[in-house]
């Protein structure tokens, strides 16, 4: 198995936290993070950032009387036809 | 078989001939007790409570137009999350907001980490990184998700939110696994310069470019 570089991992990096890869592939990323502080330093930066913007992705309360709207959308939608 | 692909075949060319009354009431008795769902996906992928009404309904309309073609009616909420998510991803084929990507290869070079590492914003941390996050409010994180071009936001949030895997949302946005790889790999590094950019326009950090 030939030893990845930084810049192949990076190429990588988020289908490995996605814990997209399987195979070779993970195994040779896993081999680089063993021996390179850095990358793993960016490993968990990323981790962090991803835990960030996930808690704050837009949420919003369902609007009152929302499902009698939707009813009125098909009732129009069938009407037209 | 999994739910994405069981629904696959009736969202293609779906088109029917007009739904009656009949159709319309089986259709609301399966469809909507998957609407608090569908409304909740849909500001994610949209930002406001208004944009996600619009978009709620246009996908029931769409739905209802198409619902003879449904084969597997137990796979409706699935079919109704598809028939959505595609709608808004489908947007950035006809609006020219993938040019607000830039340079593909400049992109995949940019590093926030490094940038923080370089620019040193806050000499007294001992958790330079973690601190540099703490600074945004989540306000100007969400306008960060969503400045992104559809193509990128939408896999993210689907990655986020419904937490799908590479190959659902491969399924369910029907394009290619190594097209999702891409797309959230790209993503997350325009996510990172627009909070680099907002990080600027803050004065958090220098304003010179590299």
Known sequence: MTPLTCDQVMKQF?????????????DQIEEHLEECLSCCDKLAFSRTVDAFVKARVPEGKVPEGLESRVRQALERAVGRE | MTEAEGVRSSTEGGI?????????????????PHLDRLFRLAVRLTGTVQDAEDLVQE?????????????????????????????????????????????????????????VWDEDPLPYSDNL???????FDDEEVR???????????????????????????????EVPLGTIMSRLHRGR???ERELWECAKRRGLVRSWDR
Do not use: N
């Open chain 1, 14 to 26: 988020f289908a490995y936290l996605d814990r997209a890869l399987s195979g070779e592939p993970l």
């Open chain 2, 16 to 32: 029917s001939a007009a739904p009656d009354i009949a159709v319309r009431h089986r259709f609301e008795q399966l469809a909507l």
């Open chain 2, 59 to 115: 996908t029931y309309v769409k739905a209802l137009r198409a619902f003879a073609a449904l084969r597997e009616s137990e796979a409706v909420g699935a079919w109704l999350r598809q028939i959505l998510t595609r709608l808004v991803f489908d947007r950035h084929r006809t609006e020219p907001r993938e040019m607000l990507v830039g340079d593909l290869e400049e992109l995949d070079r940019f590093s926030l980490y490094d940038l």
């Open chain 2, 129 to 135: 990184h973690g601190d540099f996050l703490a600074q």
């Open chain 2, 143 to 173: 306008r960060a998700l969503l400045a992104l071009p559809e193509a990128y936001r939408v896999p993210l949030v689907l990655l986020y939110a419904e937490e799908l895997s590479y190959r659902e949302m491969a399924e369910m946005l």
């Open chain 2, 189 to 191: 590094k325009i996510l």
